[in-house]
Structure formats: structure tokens, C-alpha cells
């Protein structure tokens, strides 16, 4: 009899495990199989979210912009950026069809085949800058500011746009021009 007692005290202990997960289980979320719809709700972040709004402004577009061979071009522009919380501004290149580099462009079409040979360069001067230039297409964050309300909003960010051109890259028919399209991302930090 009592190795019955004791036998019940260990089935009993791994019954009440099992219990445990079964009850636990559909409070872990929707389970579907392949191919399937499913739901739920996951929790993202640690649950401190910054509450707040950003407005960003990117540079007007550079229409006139000298490339010329064997060294740096740089053009700039004014990033202007309107938030109530401290925030931060990234830049990449999400267009798969330039990669980074600026392409040929004609009637409203890249022409693939023919772009710069290095990939344009970003960087945010002044005092929200985070002093490094990002490489296209990657990119990352170029400027930040890490006060809230007065210090954070209604700033201009000023923008060095820079593209070295080679000697070896093809120059533009007179109907074409190089161009890039560049995204600029604002987000509160």
C-alpha cells in the first residue's frame, strides 16, 4: 500500500504540471498550422514607450548639383524637424533600383546600367548632429536631440550631401541627369 501512496504522490505532482500548462496554454496566444490565419496579442518593447509627436521636413530636392570628376562633391540642405519629445532621424536609400549610388535617369526612367561608382555619403552638421556620415543604402541616424519640448522642437538641421565621382564614370547625355532618392525617417527616442 504505501508504494501506491508513493507512486500517486509523483503522478500526482506531474498531473498537476500538466494541469498547469493546459490551463496556460491559450493564454500564450493563438496557435495556427500552416497556411492558416491566426491571432493574438504580443507585447513589443519594454512597455516605456515615449509618448509624443514628430514632424520632419527633408531638404528640397538639389536640382543643381556639380558633379564633378576626380574629388568629393558636396551640396546641402536644411532638414527641419518639429517634435515634443526627444527624437532622432536616420536616411537610407530604400529604392532596390540605385542601391546607393546615384543612377542615370531619362524620361522618367533609371537606366541601371550606367550609375557612380561610390555610393553617396549623408551627414547632419550642427548641434543635434551625431558627427558621422552614413554610406547609402544602409544608411543609420545622422542627427538626435535628446531634450524634449523647447529643445527639441521647431529644429533646423543643416545636410551634407557628398558623392565623390570618378574620372572612369560615364557622364550624362544632355537629356539625363544623376539622381538618387534619399529617406529620411524621424523617430521619437
Known amino acids: 500500500m ?6 500517486m504522490k509523483r503522478w500526482g505532482g506531474l498531473l498537476a504540471l500538466a494541469l498547469l500548462a493546459f490551463l496556460a496554454a491559450p493564454a500564450l496566444g ?11 496579442y ?3 518593447g519594454d512597455g516605456w514607450a515615449t509618448s509624443g509627436t ?11 548639383f556639380p558633379l564633378i570628376p576626380g574629388q568629393d ?10 517634435a515634443d519629445a526627444p527624437w532622432s532621424v536616420s536616411v537610407s536609400d530604400a529604392d532596390g533600383t540605385t542601391g546607393g549610388k546615384m543612377t542615370n535617369y531619362t524620361s522618367g526612367q533609371y537606366n541601371t546600367t550606367v550609375k557612380l561608382g561610390a555610393f553617396m555619403g549623408v ?4 548641434t543635434n548632429s551625431t558627427g558621422s556620415t552614413v ?31 570618378s574620372w572612369t564614370d560615364k557622364v550624362s547625355a544632355p537629356s ?4 538618387i532618392v534619399i529617406t529620411f525617417t524621424g523617430s521619437l527616442a
Not at 123 to 126: E, M, S
Not at 176 to 179: H, I
Open 30 to 40: 493563438d496557435e495556427a498550422a500552416v497556411g492558416e490565419g491566426g491571432g493574438g
Open 73 to 82: 562633391n558636396t551640396a546641402e540642405g536644411t532638414l527641419k524637424v518639429n
Open 42 to 44: 504580443l507585447p513589443l
Open 54 to 64: 514628430i514632424t520632419i521636413t527633408a531638404p528640397d530636392d538639389i536640382s543643381s
Open 123 to 126: 551627414k547632419a552638421t550642427g
Open 176 to 179: 539625363s541627369v544623376y539622381r
Open 135 to 165: 554610406t547609402l543604402p544602409t544608411g543609420g541616424m545622422i542627427a538626435r536631440n535628446t531634450t524634449s519640448g523647447t529643445g527639441g522642437s521647431d529644429v533646423d538641421v543643416p545636410i551634407i550631401f557628398n558623392q565623390t565621382v
Open 2 to 7: 504505501r508504494i501506491m501512496a508513493d507512486e
